[in-house]
């Protein structure tokens, strides 16, 4: 045997060594849900559609993402045949299919914040005109969550979800924040102190049972508690003085 023949035999040795006691080791680390992504919709996943009425190009999920990145090729893209292929996904879908067992959130801002819409599982249907190419992330939700309050009976909630009605918005607000800017749009607030007083007892109680009890949703899924009207209590953010 040749000396450059026994050196390819001895590396050809290490290398099915390694990949017998390891398998992986010899590949790049990638994203979680990296080997399930193909652009195909498939059971399973949460999709995110470049265009409306789940058109366009696919970008494909398994699990929950907190920030897709905004630059090649690093960024979650959509990786699917259609308009939009190649494009970071960031602020760039339209429209969804819900192929998990579970609750997916849609999210206005990086890692769960901001306003959001929710697609129950085997929903699809187009983001809302908050979210149409503003999604920024989404979450995977377990059934514990989604419409559950922090308040008990024997404490106030912290914050209580109002649904803006006249622009399709669920809005988590401070429980105190959302207080202030009911009561001067229920009360007259020329009334006397004591008067006032009792007013904002009165929007409290009825926030926090709302808080407690509501079974709430909109047409697509989004849970609330009360609504920003006069179907429940006028708030209006910044009215309060």
Excluded at 18 to 38: D, K, T
Excluded at 107 to 125: E, I, P
Excluded at 167 to 184: A, E, G, I, Q
């Amino acid at each position: 045997m040749s000396t450059r023949t026994a050196r390819l035999v001895a590396r050809l040795t290490a290398a099915t060594a390694a990949m017998a006691l390891g398998g992986a080791v010899l590949l790049p680390a990638s994203p979680a849900s990296a080997a399930s992504r193909n652009g195909v919709c498939e059971s399973g996943e949460f999709c995110y559609y470049y265009n409306s009425n789940n058109a366009g190009s696919v970008s494909d999920f398994t699990g929950s993402i907190a920030d897709y990145g905004t630059t090649q090729p690093s960024c979650y893209d959509f990786k699917g045949t259609g308009n939009g292929k190649g494009k970071c996904i960031k602020n760039e879908a339209a429209s969804v299919w819900n192929r998990s067992s579970k609750t997916v959130r849609v999210y206005y801002n990086s890692n769960y914040g901001g306003t959001y819409q929710d697609f129950k599982a085997g929903a699809k249907g187009n983001l809302n005109s908050s979210l149409k190419n503003q999604n920024a992330s989404h979450k995977f939700l377990s059934s514990a969550t989604g419409c559950k309050t922090d308040g008990t009976n024997s404490k106030l909630p912290t914050t209580i979800l109002v649904y803006r009605v006249s622009l399709n918005r669920v809005d988590r607000v401070s429980f105190k924040t959302y207080v202030k800017n009911v009561l001067p749009n229920e009360w007259i607030t020329s009334w006397p102190s004591e008067s006032l007083k009792a007013g904002a007892m009165a929007v409290k109680s009825y926030g926090w049972y709302w808080a407690l009890h509501s079974t709430r949703k909109t047409s697509d899924g989004r849970c609330f508690d009360v609504y920003d009207t006069t179907s429940s209590q006028v708030y209006k953010p910044g009215s309060a003085s």
